[in-house]
């Protein structure tokens, strides 16, 4: 196996809204499997379209670019245009042909600057739309038939677009007490109670998503040791790929949070990633460390890795690639965006954008 290689089983965050020398060099050098962006990537329409390009000609492999376009708070275009309206929102007006409508003009928008995945729909079911847990306005659902339902429509029409989708926050994370952008929650429920409700809901999106992203919570009704769900080969690998049959790639979810920041050093956790089952771990913020991340790499035993780079390039075939860009179908697009909102939220409640979360971690990560 070449060292180079390595490089494919990273989803890295990039630093600002343009590559500088230092980022590119490391980039480069390290050819990351895919990028992740935020706010702090996004100022202008041209310029997110020229920020993807770029990263797409660094990569010697055509690079998955994601990006977590909810809708709501949870929309990082609404820095440059419209805010889609949240799963919540559309839940209540329960109409699936308008979560079809944000689906298309999800995915649409995506590819037009270069994007190959959102990671999206939330498959969580919502116990309580006031927890304090990061899903607030989150949920396409407070049944599991519900989630199914509007989370399927959301799905299906995304993926007509050519964009790829991900299941989140798998094994379901509803229950969550605290935010793992800052610790690591405990979910005590019992493994019956997780198969009449989240796993119903994951079991049926099972072979109907793209990709999976694994959460930062422990549930002790699967895994008695204290090791998040992301770490762990209980619930990734026999739970996840034997029991729920799932053959798409598997991520982890942002290995910058506190639930996992605070438990284990950076190295160690790189190399419980990619022995519990994923293909993917996703560095958001600490950039800096990628090349400390392909060196933890290395001391992966080889069938773990094989399997790895075999579900990152099994997913890249099916990436479509970019839509023309131009200015125009941007406005368009968008316009679209607010008949969107005006139809959900009616005119005066589509005036009124989401407030900035109090609860957001300092990193802007979800």
Not at 12 to 26: Q, Y
Not at 53 to 81: A, F, H, M, N
Not at 119 to 139: K, Y
Not at 204 to 212: L, Q
Request: charged share 30%; with cysteine; hydrophobic share 40%.
């Amino acid at each position: 196996m070449e060292r180079s290689s390595l490089g494919q089983l990273l989803l890295v965050g990039v630093p600002g809204p343009e590559l500088d020398s230092k980022t590119a060099r490391l980039f480069r050098k390290a050819q990351p499997g895919g990028y992740i962006l935020f706010g702090r990537n996004i100022r202008s329409a041209t310029q997110l379209r020229k920020l993807i390009d770029d990263l797409r000609d660094l990569s010697q492999i055509e690079p998955i670019v994601t990006i977590d376009q909810e809708g709501g708070r949870v929309s990082r275009l609404k820095l440059i245009g419209n805010e889609p309206p949240n799963a919540q929102q559309l839940r209540k007006k329960a109409d699936p042909a308008l979560i079809r409508e944000h689906g298309r003009l999800t995915g649409e928008l995506l590819r037009l600057f270069g994007f190959n995945l959102d990671l999206c729909p939330v498959l969580d079911i919502s116990f309580d739309d006031d927890a304090d847990n990061s899903l607030r306005g989150r949920c396409y659902g407070t049944s599991v038939e519900e989630v199914i339902a509007f989370g399927a429509a959301f799905n299906e029409s995304l993926l007509e677009t050519g964009i790829l989708s991900c299941g989140k926050h798998f094994p379901g994370y509803a229950a969550a007490t605290l935010d793992p952008h800052h610790e690591l929650p405990r979910i005590d429920r019992s493994r019956d109670e997780l198969d009449r409700t989240e796993f119903a809901i994951f079991r049926e999106f099972a072979h109907k998503v793209s990709s999976m992203m694994v959460c930062h919570a422990w549930y002790p009704a699967l895994d008695p040791a204290k090791t998040p769900a992301s770490l762990s080969r209980s619930i990734v690998t026999d739970l996840l790929v034997s029991e729920f049959g799932f053959d798409g790639l598997i991520m982890t979810d942002d290995l910058d949070m506190g639930a996992i920041a605070n438990e284990s050093g950076f190295t160690a956790t790189i190399e419980r990633a990619m022995l519990a089952g994923n293909d993917l771990a996703m560095i958001c913020h600490r950039v800096h460390l990628i090349e400390e991340a392909r060196a933890a790499l290395e001391r992966v035993a080889r069938a773990d890795l094989d399997r790895a780079l075999a579900g990152v390039e099994h997913f890249k075939r099916n990436m479509a690639a970019p839509n023309r860009f131009s200015e125009e179908r941007f406005r368009s697009l968008d316009h679209e965006v607010w008949e969107l909102r005006v139809a959900t939220l009616g005119a005066e409640g589509a005036a009124l954008r989401s407030p900035d979360d109090g609860k957001r971690s300092p990193v802007e990560s979800y």
